[in-house]
Structure formats: structure tokens, C-alpha cells
């Protein structure tokens, strides 16, 4: 008696938790209103395969079972069915009404054949002589889907993903790893217990932008949906906007490494060519190549064959494998070459080098600029072209007279304007139009000069009329690095220790997203609150890598504790919700 009682209650509980849950999707699972009409379709796409469907098996053939769906919404194919029979009723405990019959699943079903009456399905799990006659329908629980935007512009993927959560129907879970291969997807959605895996790809095209939603059982790893929807240039920047460009961000740290080695510069790219990205870090003239897991897993390194410093790295694609090159300038005396490097699989090899030449990798290719006889700068700024398997010179990039390689950034307005991002020498920024005339310069002083170097004092001959110049200006600096992320442009703020005076140290920094509007810059906070201070960072996909060193580059705390307290710390942040 005690057993029928537990069973009926057990039977109470999960017919109220399957109606507060049908309600729920019933009554949820529509985007607001005035959701861009692209990112509803993909919502409509994926909404459609748990519609509150049910209906009864009314033959099987083998595998093959032919089903009367209820009225109401229809059956699709790709959709899957849990099949049920019906046991004994139960009743109110109070009441003595009756209120439902204890449910027993049989099995699944995944329809082959969704169009008219009957519709026809194929059996999953169950079988045959105890699906005959069973009722079924799709699950009313929210549904638990692994998120996967991969490249795709976080903005699009952040306006997605919270159509998805704010529909009440879906339960996400973001994927850790933004992979490329929606294989993989499906067996990481298994482990992380979801029911389907989401993939968005992303591919821009002349003034428009295609978005693809995959969608794959977590169960057996089975494709069911793709669907691909378009979005033309004027709408990516009103979701943009909407998603809260210029709100306030807390950083909030994904997770962090402490290097076990002096670093000074970082980049990122996918060496290997498998669609995930590598860290590179430089140090002297060492690069070291890491893959992100858990920790960082060492892929190699390997020595300039200069004895210098390398003062900028980058990576770029040059050849159509998916893989990318290393890029690095380095400085021994007042010498200065560039070099590339590629990674074979067992190795790094150098492909290319540039005498006497600065690089910088761009949203528009690669840039180059001459060194000035081992003192600086020289001329205009051009482009790097990668032909007969070396980079050679190439056309000039268009900008105002006095402007050098790490100087500026392109941005562009809303309504089609272009203008450049300038740092001055004192550390402030100005925009500047086509024309060449300032119409914005920040308020204050970002910082700006990632290094300076000593010019040659000694003219070069045939040069002696021109030394005092040289002498007189006595630095050449290279600046902070400016990274260009969907249409605004990051820029590092370092906060001194003491106002104004750096000679003792930073207290903490922070990353400042700028956005020209057609007018003026609008300038928002992107990563707050970082400790100590920023010494380089790079994003790779929707994350931002932040690399940073203690205040007056000492960790007190591993000081009492007997550790070495020159540490340097690697952080990770996310681009989402940004």
C-alpha cells in the first residue's frame, strides 16, 4: 500500500512539473517583438522541432513506425518523439478525483517523413512490439543546447544567443571551445549532457553577412537542420548598437595563467591551421607557441636569428591551408628585420625575411614601413605582399603626412564615414577626417608609448646636414596596439600608481572601446579593473587575452610565501555581452 502511495505521489509531481513546463513553452518560446527578422528565422528554424507535438504509433514495419499526429501544430521531419503507454490512473489524494494515468516511455522516435496523415518515422530506441500502439509527443522540459558561435561577430552571436535564453524554452550552455569542426560539437554537447548542439558560422560578403545555424543531436551526433539567413550592413549595426554597445562592462576573468617565464609581447593565430587559435609570446628574441586548454600545452618555439629584442609580433594568413604565419620585427642595436615564420608540424621554419622594415598586421592585410637608416621611421606607409613564396613591398597606404605604422587605425561610421585613430606622442588620441583635419582628441592621456628607442646620433654619410634634426627629436616610439573588433576600435589604458606619476609603477589598467559615430568618437569601458599592469593583449575569437605584470612588478604575497614575485599573469576575458 505504502509503495502504490509513493508511486501515485511520484506521479503528482511530474504531471504538475510537465504542465508548469508545457505552459511554459506554450507561452515562451517567441522572440520579443521588433527582433531582427534574420535572427528570428534561425529562431523559428530551431523552435520548430519542439513544438508541443503528439500523437499515436499506428503501425510499425520493422524500423519503420507510421504515426497519427493530434490536432494542433504539425509534425516536421528531423523531429524526435518519446513514446509512452499509458498504466494505471491516479487520483487526487484529497479529492479522490481523477487527475492522469502513470506514463512508461517505450522508446524514441525521429520522424523520416513529415508532410500529411500518416506520418512516418523511424525507431531510435525501443522496440517494435512495445511501440505498437504507443502514444507520443515531444518532450514540454526546456530543451538543453550547447552554443557554439565560433568566429562569428559577437554582437550577432551575443543578439542570438540571448533571443534563445529570453525565450524561456531553451536551456544554453556555451561551449568553451569555439571549434570549427561541428563534429566535435555534437560529442562535446553529449559530455556536457544537452540535447542538441548549436553551431553559428558567420561569412562576410559585400555589404551583407551570412549567417548559418547547424544543428546536431547530441545524442548520436546526427545533423538535422541548417539554415542560412542574411544581414545586410545597416542592420549589423543597428543589433550592434541594441546590444548594448555603449553599456558598461565589468571584466570579469574566464580563467587565468601565471607565465613561468618573462614575456613582453602577445599574439594570437591559428598556426596549426585547425580552426582554434594558438598563443604566441615573445620574450627576447624567443617565440613560444601554446595551445589554450586547461593550461597552457607548449606546440614550440624558436629563436630570431637576430640577437635582439623582437619589439611587435602578429600573425596572418598567406597561403589558402587555414594555417597562419608568425610575424615578428626585432631591434639588435639599429638594425632592425622583420622576419615570418610557419609551423610544418614538427616545426617552425622561416619563410621570409625584411631588412630594414617594420610590420603590422591590419584589418586591410599587412602593413610595412621603412627603417630610417637605423634611427626611426622612414617615409610612407605601404602594404606587404606575399608573392614567389617572400613578402616584398608593395602600394602605399593612403594617409596624412607624419603618421607611422603603429600610429593609426581606419574606422568607420554607421553612415559610411571613414576617419583614422591617431596616437600622439603625448598620449592622446584624435580622430582625423579624409581630409586630414582633427574633429576629436580624447581628454586625456591614455598612455600611448609601448616602447622608445634611442636614436643613432651619428649621421650616416652624406647625412651631416640633417644631424641636428636627428639629435633633436633624440626618441622614436612605438605605440600601444590598437585592435579593430566589429567596427570599434580597443585601445589599453594604463592607471599610475600616483596620478600622473609613472616613473613608479601602474595600480591597474584597463582596455577602452572607441566607436566614431559620424560626429564625434563615443569612448566606453570594454575591460575594467585590471590588476597591475597591461603589458600587451590580442582576441582571438570572443575572447580577449590580457597580459599583465604586479604593480611596481613585484606580487607582494609571493613574497611572504617564499615564491619568486617577478611573476606575470595571463588572463582571460570574454568579448560576449560587450
Same mark, same amino acid.
Given at each position: 500500500?505504502?509503495?502504490?502511495?509513493?508511486?501515485?505521489?511520484?506521479?503528482?509531481?511530474?504531471?504538475?512539473?510537465?504542465?508548469?513546463?508545457?505552459?511554459?513553452?506554450?507561452?515562451?518560446?517567441?522572440?520579443?517583438?521588433?527582433?531582427?527578422?534574420?535572427?528570428?528565422?534561425?529562431?523559428?528554424?530551431?523552435?520548430?522541432?519542439?513544438?508541443?507535438?503528439?500523437?499515436?504509433?499506428?503501425?510499425?514495419?520493422?524500423?519503420?513506425?507510421?504515426?497519427?499526429?493530434?490536432?494542433?501544430?504539425?509534425?516536421?521531419?528531423?523531429?524526435?518523439?518519446?513514446?509512452?503507454?499509458?498504466?494505471?490512473?491516479?487520483?487526487?489524494?484529497?479529492?479522490?478525483?481523477?487527475?492522469?494515468?502513470?506514463?512508461?516511455?517505450?522508446?524514441?522516435?525521429?520522424?523520416?517523413?513529415?508532410?500529411?496523415?500518416?506520418?512516418?518515422?523511424?525507431?531510435?530506441?525501443?522496440?517494435?512490439?512495445?511501440?505498437?500502439?504507443?502514444?507520443?509527443?515531444?518532450?514540454?522540459?526546456?530543451?538543453?543546447?550547447?552554443?557554439?558561435?565560433?568566429?562569428?561577430?559577437?554582437?550577432?552571436?551575443?543578439?542570438?544567443?540571448?533571443?534563445?535564453?529570453?525565450?524561456? =524554452?531553451?536551456?544554453? #550552455?556555451? /561551449? %568553451?571551445?569555439?571549434? !570549427?569542426?561541428?563534429?566535435?560539437?555534437?560529442? &562535446? *554537447?553529449?559530455?556536457?549532457?544537452?540535447?542538441?548542439?548549436?553551431?553559428?558560422?558567420?561569412?562576410?560578403?559585400?555589404?551583407?553577412?551570412?549567417?548559418?545555424?547547424?544543428?546536431?543531436?547530441?545524442?548520436?551526433?546526427?545533423?538535422?537542420?541548417?539554415?542560412?539567413?542574411?544581414?545586410?550592413?545597416?542592420?549589423?549595426?543597428?543589433?550592434?548598437?541594441?546590444?548594448?554597445?555603449?553599456?558598461?562592462?565589468?571584466?570579469?576573468?574566464?580563467?587565468?595563467?601565471?607565465?613561468?617565464? =618573462?614575456?613582453?609581447? #602577445?599574439? /594570437? %593565430?591559428?598556426?596549426? !591551421?585547425?580552426?582554434?587559435?594558438?598563443?604566441? &609570446? *615573445?620574450?627576447?628574441?624567443?617565440?613560444?607557441?601554446?595551445?589554450?586548454?586547461?593550461?597552457?600545452?607548449?606546440?614550440?618555439?624558436?629563436?630570431?636569428?637576430?640577437?635582439?629584442?623582437?619589439?611587435?609580433?602578429?600573425?596572418?594568413?598567406?597561403?589558402?591551408?587555414?594555417?597562419?604565419?608568425?610575424?615578428?620585427?626585432?631591434?639588435?642595436?639599429?638594425?632592425?628585420?622583420?622576419?615570418?615564420?610557419?609551423?610544418?608540424?614538427?616545426?617552425?621554419?622561416?619563410?621570409?625575411?625584411?631588412?630594414?622594415?617594420?610590420?603590422?598586421?591590419?584589418?586591410?592585410?599587412?602593413?610595412?614601413?621603412?627603417?630610417?637608416?637605423?634611427?626611426?621611421?622612414?617615409?610612407?606607409?605601404?602594404?606587404?605582399?606575399?608573392?614567389?613564396?617572400?613578402?616584398?613591398?608593395?602600394?602605399?597606404?593612403?594617409?596624412?603626412?607624419?603618421?607611422?605604422?603603429?600610429?593609426?587605425?581606419?574606422?568607420?561610421?554607421?553612415?559610411?564615414?571613414?576617419?583614422?585613430?591617431?596616437?600622439?606622442?603625448?598620449?592622446?588620441?584624435?580622430?582625423?577626417?579624409?581630409?586630414?583635419?582633427?574633429?576629436?582628441?580624447?581628454?586625456?592621456?591614455?598612455?600611448?608609448?609601448?616602447?622608445?628607442?634611442?636614436?643613432?646620433?651619428?649621421?650616416?654619410?652624406?647625412?651631416?646636414?640633417?644631424?641636428?634634426?636627428?639629435?633633436?627629436?633624440?626618441?622614436?616610439?612605438?605605440?600601444?596596439?590598437?585592435?579593430?573588433?566589429?567596427?570599434?576600435?580597443?585601445?589599453?589604458?594604463?592607471?599610475?600608481?600616483?596620478?600622473?606619476?609613472?616613473?613608479?609603477?601602474?595600480?591597474?589598467?584597463?582596455?577602452?572601446?572607441?566607436?566614431?559615430?559620424?560626429?564625434?568618437?563615443?569612448?566606453?569601458?570594454?575591460?575594467?579593473?585590471?590588476?597591475?599592469?597591461?603589458?600587451?593583449?590580442?582576441?582571438?575569437?570572443?575572447?580577449?587575452?590580457?597580459?599583465?605584470?604586479?604593480?611596481?612588478?613585484?606580487?607582494?604575497?609571493?613574497?611572504?610565501?617564499?615564491?619568486?614575485?617577478?611573476?606575470?599573469?595571463?588572463?582571460?576575458?570574454?568579448?560576449?555581452?560587450?
Amino acid at each position: 500500500m505504502r509503495k502504490a502511495s509513493v508511486l501515485i505521489f511520484c506521479a503528482i509531481i511530474l504531471a504538475s512539473l510537465l504542465s508548469v513546463a508545457s505552459r511554459e513553452a506554450d507561452g515562451e518560446e517567441a522572440p520579443k517583438p521588433g527582433a531582427p527578422p534574420p535572427l528570428t528565422a534561425l529562431f523559428d528554424e530551431l523552435s520548430s522541432y519542439f513544438r508541443p507535438v503528439t500523437g499515436k504509433i499506428v503501425g510499425v514495419d520493422g524500423t519503420l513506425v507510421r504515426i497519427e499526429t493530434d490536432p494542433g501544430p504539425s509534425a516536421r521531419t528531423g523531429m524526435r518523439f518519446t513514446a509512452f503507454k499509458e498504466g494505471v490512473s491516479f487520483t487526487h489524494p484529497v479529492t479522490r478525483e481523477p487527475i492522469g494515468k502513470v506514463e512508461a516511455p517505450v522508446g524514441t522516435v525521429e520522424v523520416t517523413v513529415g508532410e500529411g496523415q500518416p506520418v512516418t518515422g523511424t525507431i531510435l530506441t525501443g522496440s517494435a512490439e512495445n511501440l505498437m500502439g504507443a502514444k507520443v509527443r515531444v518532450t514540454a522540459t526546456r530543451i538543453k543546447v550547447l552554443f557554439s558561435q565560433g568566429a562569428t561577430p559577437w554582437h550577432l552571436g551575443d543578439a542570438y544567443f540571448q533571443m534563445l535564453k529570453e525565450s524561456g =524554452r531553451f536551456d544554453l #550552455i556555451e /561551449a %568553451g571551445e569555439q571549434t !570549427g569542426d561541428l563534429s566535435k560539437l555534437a560529442v &562535446l *554537447a553529449k559530455e556536457k549532457g544537452a540535447d542538441v548542439a548549436l553551431a553559428l558560422q558567420s561569412e562576410e560578403l559585400k555589404g551583407q553577412t551570412d549567417l548559418t545555424q547547424r544543428l546536431y543531436w547530441a545524442k548520436d551526433s546526427n545533423p538535422f537542420s541548417e539554415k542560412k539567413v542574411s544581414l545586410d550592413s545597416a542592420l549589423i549595426r543597428q543589433i550592434k548598437q541594441q546590444r548594448g554597445g555603449f553599456a558598461r562592462s565589468e571584466g570579469e576573468i574566464l580563467f587565468s595563467y601565471t607565465l613561468p617565464f =618573462r614575456a613582453r609581447m #602577445i599574439a /594570437a %593565430g591559428d598556426i596549426e !591551421g585547425i580552426g582554434a587559435s594558438h598563443i604566441i &609570446l *615573445a620574450a627576447g628574441n624567443t617565440v613560444r607557441v601554446y595551445k589554450t586548454t586547461v593550461d597552457l600545452f607548449p606546440l614550440g618555439e624558436f629563436k630570431l636569428p637576430s640577437g635582439g629584442d623582437i619589439i611587435w609580433i602578429g600573425t596572418a594568413q598567406l597561403e589558402k591551408d587555414g594555417r597562419e604565419v608568425i610575424l615578428a620585427t626585432s631591434l639588435e642595436g639599429q638594425k632592425l628585420t622583420s622576419y615570418a615564420y610557419s609551423f610544418t608540424g614538427s616545426g617552425f621554419i622561416m619563410i621570409s625575411k625584411l631588412d630594414d622594415t617594420f610590420l603590422r598586421v591590419t584589418e586591410k592585410g599587412i602593413v610595412g614601413q621603412e627603417h630610417f637608416h637605423k634611427r626611426g621611421y622612414d617615409g610612407p606607409v605601404f602594404f606587404v605582399e606575399y608573392r614567389e613564396g617572400a613578402l616584398k613591398k608593395g602600394t602605399p597606404v593612403p594617409l596624412p603626412p607624419g603618421i607611422n605604422i603603429y600610429d593609426f587605425q581606419s574606422l568607420t561610421s554607421p553612415d559610411g564615414r571613414e576617419a583614422l585613430l591617431v596616437w600622439e606622442e603625448n598620449g592622446q588620441l584624435s580622430l582625423y577626417n579624409r581630409q586630414g583635419v582633427r574633429i576629436w582628441m580624447s581628454p586625456e592621456s591614455y598612455g600611448g608609448v609601448n616602447q622608445s628607442f634611442s636614436r643613432d646620433p651619428q649621421p650616416a654619410p652624406g647625412e651631416e646636414a640633417i644631424a641636428k634634426v636627428v639629435v633633436d627629436r633624440g626618441k622614436w616610439t612605438l605605440k600601444d596596439r590598437m585592435v579593430f573588433l566589429d567596427g570599434e576600435v580597443l585601445v589599453p589604458r594604463r592607471i599610475p600608481i600616483l596620478g600622473v606619476a609613472k616613473g613608479l609603477g601602474y595600480k591597474s589598467s584597463e582596455i577602452r572601446g572607441l566607436l566614431y559615430n559620424g560626429i564625434s568618437v563615443e569612448d566606453r569601458p570594454f575591460i575594467q579593473d585590471i590588476n597591475g599592469e597591461l603589458l600587451d593583449y590580442t582576441v582571438a575569437g570572443d575572447k580577449v587575452f590580457v597580459m599583465t605584470r604586479p604593480i611596481m612588478g613585484v606580487e607582494t604575497k609571493k613574497i611572504l610565501k617564499g615564491e619568486n614575485p617577478f611573476i606575470l599573469s595571463l588572463s582571460v576575458y570574454s568579448t560576449r555581452g560587450r
